[in-house]
């Protein structure tokens, strides 16, 4: 059996073969889901060929995915994703023009 080395040095990411840390708990959620999938659509009593073809054709799909995934948006690019995404598109301000350089002199 070969032998995988998971950290490459202390305080780094977690990677395994290219699979920088959130990519690789996305990849192996994924495969836990697909295989979770597979035994669901089994027990039901889809045909067994149809089981196997989806699974392969599924995690294929998931591994390509997910390196390409990798390969596109680096180590935090998923994160960044999600910040650009949460960020408002603009800022509306109703005020009129010359209300915005006045102090106001309720405050005193």
Request: proline fraction near 3%.
């Amino acid at each position: 059996m070969g032998k995988y080395s998971m950290n490459k040095g202390i305080g780094r990411n977690p990677e395994f073969k290219g699979l920088k840390s959130q990519y690789l708990f996305l990849f192996v959620g994924g495969l836990l889901g697909l295989f979770v999938l597979f035994v669901i659509m089994y027990t039901i009593g889809i045909n067994q060929w149809i089981c196997i073809g989806f699974g392969v054709t599924a995690a294929s799909v998931l591994v390509w995915g997910t390196f390409h995934l990798n390969t596109k948006y680096g180590e935090h690019g998923l994160m960044k994703l999600q910040a650009i995404a949460s960020h408002p598109r603009y800022i509306i301000n109703r005020k009129k023009i010359p209300a915005l350089f006045t102090r106001n002199n309720r405050m005193k």
